[in-house]
């Protein structure tokens, strides 16, 4: 069974870092790509970006692109959604997705950035 | 970017009636690249068809999806109580940069 296990909630406070994990199982980690995705309170689904666990290559939608870094553990099947620099505007709902389409989804992690 | 543009906003149906979900690309798909989600409050996003027209496993064949190159459609036969929540489309090119619609909220009349 394909299972994506995120790591737990989070509350940070503006301008510090944070990096956030999921652990992937039941099926070949390096041979599907694994993305993110954003949902602020109460609003919809934005894809954030998608790493191929092979050779990293990593695709980044604009609006995110230099806000935050997807990477990997290969030795360890995970994946990372990491900002060096947490705003308020960053609190949201995120998870993990395997593949495309996004057939498996992590249970979410839920960031909470406030002063 | 290819922007996903899904209609109604909302939908105010009623249990046993028929549902019917659009899902505009502002770019022709190729492949029909596009995918159908459920999300259930506190939930994560469930996929219900993939490549335009595919039933994930699992998914009832009250869900079914249909359309080529822009325009996309999810229909929802015979609605069930557990229905009424929000359905997403997306699109996953193989350029890898997918992206959703803004999401139709299906709620009861």
């Known amino acids: 069974e394909v299972q994506l296990v995120q790591s737990g909630a989070e509350v940070k406070k503006p301008g510090e870092s944070l990096k956030i994990s999921c652990q992937a199982s039941?099926?070949?980690?390096?041979?599907?790509?694994i993305g993110w995705v954003r949902q602020k309170p109460g609003k919809g689904l934005e894809w954030m970006g998608i790493i191929y666990p092979a050779d990293s290559d990593t695709r980044y939608r604009t609006s995110f692109q230099g806000r935050v870094t997807i990477s990997v553990d290969k030795s360890i099947s995970t994946a990372y959604l990491e900002w060096r620099s947490l705003q308020a505007s960053d609190t949201a709902m995120y998870y993990c997705a395997r593949g495309g389409p996004t057939s498996h989804w992590g249970q979410g992690t839920l960031v909470t950035v406030s002063s | 970017e290819i922007v996903l543009t899904q209609s109604p906003g909302t939908v105010s149906l009623s249990p046993g009636e028929t549902a019917i979900l659009s899902c505009r690309a502002s770019q022709s798909l190729s492949g029909n690249l596009l995918a159908w989600f459920q999300q259930k409050p506190g939930q994560a996003p469930r996929l219900l068809i993939y490549?335009?027209?595919t039933r994930a496993t699992g998914v009832p064949d009250r869900f079914s999806g249909s359309g080529s190159g822009t325009d996309f459609t999810l229909t929802i036969s015979r609605l069930e109580p557990e229905d009424f929540v929000v359905y997403y489309c997306?699109?996953?090119?193989?350029?890898?940069?997918?992206?959703f619609g803004q999401g139709t909220k299906l709620e009861i009349k």
């Open positions: 039941g099926y070949t980690f390096i041979s599907s790509w």
């Open positions: 997306q699109q996953y090119d193989t350029s890898r940069l997918y992206t």
């Open positions: 490549g335009a027209s």
